[in-house]
């Protein structure tokens, strides 16, 4: 258990419907991200939040929408996504500002989009 | 050019032997450097940090050479349960960076 909590764990979902990833952390951390791991490809980071602000968008596409609404929660909403979207979705968190602080990660969510 | 490079493998090693990971990084500024272990469909935990000097963990030994920008991990008497990906990463602030990680079996 590493303190960083993701639901669902698994999720099959068709390009038309919407849905929202969440990650849950309670770790007193300030600074939390959005990974995507595709098969047999590097883990890339989608976002960072710190402080509930989002401070990285890489290149994200818009059908992807993250929400932080506290230091605790980040959301991955979903909506007309792609099959190659089908990734683990991980998510992270760390202390801000902090050197030789490690990031934790949650167990992701593998979503399949067909 | 990756901003995190890494030889992805497939190491394969019979147990006892000692293998070598080496990690290469573009941004001079970065600050922190990790390595994290990721077993087969899990997420990535930290393995150990990184540190100038260079550390050691039991027969796990990691180096930085930032002159060169590259880290290195070593693992002594390898076992079989140390089979997994190994991921160098780069932080510079809250920017984490994963290279693409490297695959390790160990065989009996």
């Known amino acids: 258990e590493t303190g960083v909590t993701q639901t669902p764990r698994h999720l099959v979902m068709g390009m038309t419907n919407k849905k929202s990833l969440k990650c849950e952390q309670h770790?007193?951390?300030?600074?939390m991200y959005w990974y995507k791991q595709s098969a047999k490809k590097p883990l890339e980071l989608m976002f960072v939040?710190?402080?509930?602000?989002?401070?990285e968008n890489n290149s994200v596409p818009s059908r992807f929408s993250p929400e932080c609404p506290n230091s605790s929660h980040l959301f991955l909403h979903l909506h007309t996504l792609q099959p190659e979207d089908s990734a683990l979705y991980l998510c992270a968190s760390s202390p801000f500002g902090t050197e030789n602080t490690e990031a934790f990660f949650g167990q992701g969510t593998r979503l399949t989009v067909v | 050019r990756k901003e995190v490079e890494q030889d992805p493998g497939p190491f394969n090693v019979p147990e006892g032997a000692t293998v070598a990971f080496n990690c290469t990084y573009s941004n001079s500024a970065s600050q922190s450097f990790f390595w994290y272990r990721q077993d087969c469909r899990k997420e990535p935990k930290l393995l150990m940090s990184v540190y100038s000097s260079g550390n050691e963990d039991g027969r796990f030994t990691a180096q930085l050479n930032r002159a060169s920008q590259y880290i290195s991990l070593l693992i002594r008497d390898s076992k079989l349960s140390d089979s997994a990906t190994y991921l160098c990463v780069v932080r510079e602030g809250n920017d984490m960076r994963f290279g693409a990680g490297t695959r390790l079996t160990v065989k009996p």
């Open positions: 939040y710190n402080f509930k602000e989002q401070t």
């Open positions: 770790l007193g951390h300030n600074a």
